[in-house]
């Protein structure tokens, strides 16, 4: 047991003590082109996703990414400027990747020069903060800077989908929609059923003669008529017979009189021959 508990400790302890070591092992800041040689000095391999080479000025980067995952032991290079291969090249089972490659001399692409300050910066960059693994300066320069970390990009808060928060402001019920669907309906029917403005009037007109002619019967008597007929005042004439009545005898008899003394005034008179 002892010697089994032993045996598992001792792979333990290779196990963790393998690790990758990335270091810059040479540059060259003053040929055509710039040369960048890096080591893998560690026992285990390393992926490259995320990680930089970094110069002095902001915008000197370079993605390691495309380089993969290096082994053990394994060197590889990167070339800047005038003459840096166009795509990675291979040679001798070791590779050669461009940094702003270009097969015409622009001094404006070169990230490296013997000028007392230029150096090129290792980083993991692939998780925060970054890793400043390695760094070396260019010929002349005597200090380099301590690596600065990017200042993190704020997470935006996650949208509120929760329906009761607010979500459904705009928005109408189904029994909203249907009471309003119902209205609807409801006033449509209303307008389809009312009658054309003709027969309203003739309605109208019915009711008014129905009115009329009850109102006939309640003051001439049935079938008199008298009740459809009034006065200029607008009263009815059925009250006024018996003045008209007693007009009348009195008018008859003056015509009597009338009439008697002009026969009398006539028997009076001498006959022709007499």
Known sequence: MAAIAGGVGLAYLLTASAASDLQI??????????????QNKGDAPQNLAGWKLMSDKPNEVFD???VGTVG????FYVF???????????????WIYGWNPSEILDPSLFVLNDDGKDFIRLVDASQLPWRDVSRLGCLGTTEIPPLEQPTPTPTPPPSNTDPGAGGN??????NESANAQSDAAQSTGASQNAPASGSTGSTSAGTTAQTANVSGQAVGG??????????????PLGGRLLPLGLLSGVAGAALMFVAVRTLRRALKQPQDGH
């Open 80 to 94: 800047n400027g005038h003459k840096a291969p166009l795509t990675p090249l291979e040679i001798g089972g070791e």
């Open 25 to 38: 092992t040479l540059i060259d800041c003053g040929g055509h082109p710039r040369r960048i040689a890096i």
């Open 64 to 66: 390691l990414g495309v």
């Open 169 to 174: 402001t705009g928005q109408t019920s189904g």
């Open 222 to 235: 049935p079938a008199s008529g008298v009740g459809l007929l009034s006065g200029s005042s607008g009263q």
């Open 72 to 75: 053990p032991g394994v060197n």
